[in-house]
């Protein structure tokens, strides 16, 4: 199982690092790409490559990223390794979206692994587009998913150490900017693909807020908040602080910048205007991030505070994926 940390540090050695000036688009494209949030993305974008690169779907390349992110990858915001809430207990969130509107969504999972493919279920084989908690679980198990325990050692430690000051506090970027502390909190995967016939498609999962109150659902799975995805404008997700997300609309925002003709990266830059315009104080605090795949496969990506940065893969970044910086408003040192 990896771990965000040695694909971060693999992929530097590998000089496969690339700095683009901030916010920055990647131009547009005439063949598949895929692009996810973090440094993670490196190993997602990998699994999403291997359909992207065969000529299969953008919705089943952005499935199998995400799948990768849940069981392959060893992160505390994400999947099987995902940490409890305050209650010591591990919910999952996912979902899934193609461009001409399809979706489904899960909340609060317990026990069942690849969040992503029972909200593709749910968009495949039931009327709904978001199903929660006990009920989620129940058609996940009617469907064919096994229910298995996810709680690692490690994440419940983990949450007996928090148990001893039960202090809830996220920081931004707490690792990057040398902090200790409670970070990588809020470092959703979300992923976003074009395939070679143009079409787009997006998932986002994530074991959201180490130590949220039980019951507690971020952007993640909410369609239009931290996913959102069509086919006549782009596709957008979202990271960091969820309730900002929300409150905002902000993966929708996104696209609908885009539709209105600005670049991705100006798109995301705006929605960033946004957030902070409503809460200029509380924005200090708080890390919010978006990044947009337009149309013509363009990207671009911003961030409220300097520390987020997205992977890229397509015909012309070969075996290795290329790790950009995304602009930021804020610095670490001035939150």
């Known amino acids: 199982m990896a771990t965000r940390r040695r694909f971060l540090q693999s992929s530097l050695a590998a000089g496969a690092a690339l700095a683009l000036p901030a916010g920055a688009n990647a131009p547009a494209t005439n063949g598949p790409r895929v692009v996810s949030t973090w440094d993670f993305g490196v190993g997602a974008n990998a699994a999403a490559w291997k359909v992207l690169g065969g000529g299969g779907s953008a919705?089943?390349?952005?499935?199998?990223?995400?799948?990768?992110?849940?069981?392959?990858?060893c992160n505390p915001t994400v999947g099987r390794c995902g940490n409890p809430d305050r209650d010591g207990v591990l919910t999952l969130?996912?979902?899934l979206m193609a461009g001409d509107g399809r979706c489904g969504a899960v909340a609060a999972l317990e026990d069942i692994d690849h969040p992503v493919s029972v909200a593709r279920a749910v968009m495949e084989k039931s009327p709904h587009v978001m199903l929660v908690g006990e009920g989620a679980q129940q058609f996940a198990l009617a469907n064919g998913f096994q229910k298995t325990p996810l709680l690692t050692d490690t994440a419940r430690q983990a949450w007996r150490e928090w148990l001893k000051t039960?202090?809830?506090?996220?920081?931004?970027?707490a690792e990057r900017a040398g902090r200790p502390g409670d970070h990588h909190n809020h470092d959703t995967l979300g992923i976003l693909a074009l395939d070679a016939q143009g079409r787009l498609a997006g998932?986002?999962?994530?074991?959201?807020?180490a130590w949220k109150l039980h019951g507690r659902v971020g952007d993640s799975p909410i369609i239009g908040a931290g996913l959102y995805v069509d086919q006549e404008a782009g596709a957008a997700t979202a990271s960091g602080v969820g309730e900002e997300m929300i409150r905002n609309a902000a993966s929708f925002l996104v696209v609908e910048l885009m539709r209105q003709g600005h670049s991705p990266a100006d798109a995301c830059r705006e929605a960033i205007d946004r957030v902070v315009r409503k809460r200029p104080q509380e924005s200090k605090r708080l890390q919010v991030c978006f990044l947009a795949l337009g149309r013509d496969g363009r990207v671009g990506a911003f961030a409220l505070h300097r520390g987020f940065v997205y992977a890229l893969q397509d015909n012309?970044?070969?075996?290795?994926?290329?790790?950009?910086?995304?602009?930021?408003?804020?610095?670490?040192?001035q939150a």
């Open 59 to 73: 919705l089943d390349a952005v499935e199998a990223g995400a799948r990768w992110a849940e069981s392959e990858l």
């Open 93 to 95: 969130d996912a979902s």
């Open 166 to 173: 039960s202090q809830y506090a996220p920081q931004i970027n």
């Open 203 to 209: 998932a986002c999962t994530t074991s959201g807020m």
């Open 316 to 333: 012309g970044a070969g075996p290795h994926d290329v790790l950009h910086d995304a602009g930021s408003i804020y610095t670490t040192e």
